[in-house]
């Protein structure tokens, strides 16, 4: 009622000052623009859905108690990121190991890469579709095998596309050492994309992929 | 330049972070250097293979979960009805709106009562009169009776909205209505049950609204009021832990799919725990997209379009 009369400030910058002062449907809006990414950030550390959306609630349970500590100065993604990145953090610390406890098989259990979903995706022929999953499913076992501090710079570059200065900033290092963990992480990669078997590349799009799985 | 400096720089080079100076360093060295040009193909594919992690989407409960939280953990005190109530009041919205002449004043109503802070507390009460003087003119008991259930429904849906005197104003009004409603007095001692047990069920005492209601339904079986008498009485049930967000999720397909029949929402409802595995069966997909509308702004659209479309409908 009366809500569409309301001019809605566009950066997520001046939503955030207007849910300082009180607004809640500022809030309502910077959760429904940044629950998706922060929800796949964390995802991309855990892999496994479900504790991905609860480090991601307690994300902006933070944003929602903490919201007198934000600075207008900076972007409101990197504070937001930030404080994932904390989260984050934190689970591990509680979990003391590494998500090699998480298999990709129960994650899948949320249903998102069922065989279902692969046949009817039509997308594909089946056989096509299936060694697409096939290699998302060996990238999610390599990606998570990765050491904390490489898979998260590795995921803060490659899928939240962060440049070496901002995910300095965010994990507390230098850009020079975001380098040398990025590439460190690419260089495991690369190791085991060699064992992958090369239907499983090429089924990606087209040819690419073929020589290296040879290689 | 070495191999092995090209080589330590060339995931920089590809995320274009090395320096202009660097960059087209390698690129010369790349030219010349079969094995580099190798290792860059070989970054390459890395990133093309990393392109195939899917992102997931984000549960369409998300706000409405979050939300529940930080009103659980501002307010500890918090009722049952409080975490009943986004529930309580995405099922009504289903319900279609029984009575044209309550609708004008039911919005009316909405508007003054619809905030926590009460900028002009006249305009409420006038608004509030205006409910009671549309009540005044209702023709017979039938009418008094759709009113005596809209300012039910309204209780409900705004429930955990209302203040504490706006909601025993809201009593009152009920109350009035069901006497002039006429002859009957059972639709005062409904009335009055029902508002008792409420209140017992906002101090936690479920078990005593529970014994109350019972009571009302033994006395007073097959009264228009039944329906919300029952789900009263789901309300005083200790609710599944509110972590669960499975079946937050199956609550609100249940609560959706039986719009319009209050009788058949409390079945469900109640029989939400045999139903689970059903539920399980029947399709995660199904359900969250049925449970699209827990974002309250779809919500608070869909009370408006189900109601208003209703009053249009029976026009």
Aim: hydrophobic residues 40%.
């Amino acid at each position: 009622m009366g809500n569409e009369a309301e001019i809605r400030p566009s950066s997520d910058e001046q939503l955030m000052v207007a849910f300082v002062n009180g607004s809640e449907s500022a809030f309502d809006e910077l959760v429904n623009r940044y629950a998706p990414k922060i929800t796949n950030f964390v995802y991309r550390q855990v892999a496994h859905f479900a504790t991905a959306e609860e480090i991601a609630q307690d994300t902006f349970l933070a944003v929602f108690r903490k919201k007198h500590t934000y600075n207008p100065d900076y972007r409101f993604s990197s504070w937001v990121y930030k404080i994932a990145v904390n989260m984050c953090r934190m689970h591990f610390r509680k979990l003391k190991s590494l998500p090699a406890t998480v298999s990709i098989e129960e994650s899948r259990e949320d249903g998102r890469v069922s065989l279902d979903a692969v046949l009817v995706d039509g997308s594909d022929s089946p056989v096509a579709a299936l060694s697409r999953k096939d290699a998302e499913q060996r990238l999610q076992e390599a990606i998570v095998s990765l050491p904390l501090k490489q898979r998260q710079v590795f995921t803060l570059s490659f899928y939240e596309e962060m440049s070496y200065e901002e995910i300095a900033r965010l994990v507390g290092c230098s850009p020079g050492t975001v380098a040398s963990r990025k590439h460190a992480a690419v260089k495991k990669l690369a190791a085991k994309l060699r064992r992958l078997p090369a239907e499983a590349l090429s089924s990606l799009s087209g040819a690419a992929g073929a020589d290296v799985a040879e290689a | 330049m070495r191999c092995k400096k090209v080589q330590k720089m060339l995931t920089g080079f590809l995320d274009g972070e090395a320096s202009l100076k660097n960059a087209s360093l390698i690129r010369e060295h790349l030219a010349a250097c079969e094995e580099c040009s190798r290792r860059l193909s070989e970054a390459r594919k890395v990133m093309h293979w990393a392109g195939a992690w899917q992102p997931v989407e984000s549960s369409p409960a998300f706000l409405t979960r979050l939300k529940a939280r930080i009103r659980s953990e501002a307010e500890p005190k918090t009722s049952i009805l409080t975490l009943w109530f986004p529930r309580a009041r995405r099922v009504l919205a289903g319900v279609p709106a029984a009575c044209v002449i309550f609708s004008a004043g039911y919005f009316a109503a909405v508007q003054v009562l619809g905030g926590r802070d009460e900028p002009h507390p006249g305009a409420r009460v006038a608004k509030l009169d205006s409910v009671q003087s549309k009540g005044s003119v209702a023709a017979d008991r039938a009418d008094a009776q759709r009113l005596v259930l809209g300012v039910q429904k309204m209780k409900m849906v705004f429930g955990d909205k209302l203040t504490e005197s706006a909601y025993a104003q809201l009593n009152e009004i009920q109350k009035a209505l069901a006497v002039r409603g006429g002859s009957d007095s059972k639709d005062l001692a409904v009335v009055e049950g029902l508002q008792k047990a409420e209140l017992l069920i906002r101090q936690g005492d479920y078990a005593g609204a529970r014994q109350l209601l019972e009571g009302v339904e033994r006395e007073h079986p097959e009264h228009p009021l039944s329906p919300y008498v029952r789900i009263a009485k789901v309300l005083a049930t200790p609710q599944p832990s509110p972590g669960s967000d499975f079946l937050n999720r199956a609550y609100a397909t249940l609560l959706q799919e039986t719009v319009g029949d209050p009788s058949a929402l409390y079945n469900e409802v109640t029989s939400i725990p045999q139903q689970v595995a059903q539920l399980r069966d029947y399709g995660w997909e199904r359900i969250v997209k049925s449970a699209d509308r827990l974002n309250p702004l779809n919500a608070w659209n869909f009370v408006e379009r189900r109601i208003l479309g209703g009053e249009a409908e029976s026009r």
